[in-house]
């Protein structure tokens, strides 16, 4: 069974940095691109990034309005994903979430519970 | 691409069809899959590639469109289908709509 699951979530002021981790099993994590998406409460999720899998050089892909800020990297040797987020903002709160490509093409399967990030003074 | 979906708020009874519309900004060349989400839940997907049912997924559930205009169908509206549904493309990056909530009147 694949399971995703977030960690790492919680009160961050602005300008600090956080790093959330998810953790992969019933799949063999180095064939996948894993994704982070992020929606704040009652709007639609929004895309993060990408990391390839094995096969395209683990190399990474972000959306432009998180460049800079946020990094995504993964352990292949632990089955985890990883982001870090820094010069966190106000508008960086929302519910975050792990989630795999699906073989096929760009649009995930499965989807981590998700974790909560609040960037507030 | 940005994607506009229509209604914002549907309110249905039991056993009705239901059609949710999604339009984008630009050409999404079938590259259009459709998430629910029901609260407190992470988003599940539904439909692929415009009209590829999910493994898993009820056949009462179905996808179709082209170009820029999209829509999912549910044939017979069952209670548990009470959620918001997003449309998201893939076609040139990745981008979500804004939501169709639906309920039942």
């Known amino acids: 069974e694949v399971k995703l699951l977030e960690s790492g979530g919680g009160l961050v002021q602005p300008g600090g940095s956080m790093r959330l981790s998810c953790a992969a099993s019933g799949f063999t994590f180095t064939d996948f691109y894993m994704n982070w998406i992020r929606q704040p409460a009652g709007k639609a999720p929004e895309w993060l990034g990408f990391?390839?899998?094995?096969?395209?050089?683990?190399?990474?892909e972000y959306n432009p309005s998180v460049k800079g800020r946020f990094t995504i990297s993964r352990d292949n040797t632990q089955n985890m994903l990883y982001l870090q987020m820094n010069t966190l903002r106000a508008e960086d709160t929302a519910t975050y979430y792990c989630?795999?490509?699906?073989?096929?093409?760009?649009?995930?399967?499965?989807w981590g519970q998700g974790v909560m990030v609040t960037v507030s003074s | 691409i940005q994607l506009t979906q229509s209604p914002s708020l549907l309110s249905a009874s039991v056993g009705d069809r239901v059609t949710l519309s999604c339009k984008g900004s630009q050409n999404i060349n079938n590259y259009l899959a459709w998430y629910q989400q029901k609260l407190g839940e992470a988003p599940k997907l539904l439909i692929y590639n415009t009209n590829s049912l999910q493994t898993g997924i009820p056949s009462r559930f179905s996808g179709s469109g082209s170009g820029t205009d999209y829509t999912l169908t549910i044939s017979s509206l069952q209670p548990e289908d009470v959620a918001t549904y997003f449309c998201y493309q893939y076609n040139n990056g990745f981008t979500f709509g804004s939501g169709t909530k639906l309920e039942i009147k």
């Open positions: 989630a795999r490509r699906t073989r096929r093409g760009y649009y995930f399967d499965y």
């Open positions: 990391i390839r899998n094995k096969a395209n050089g683990y190399t990474t």
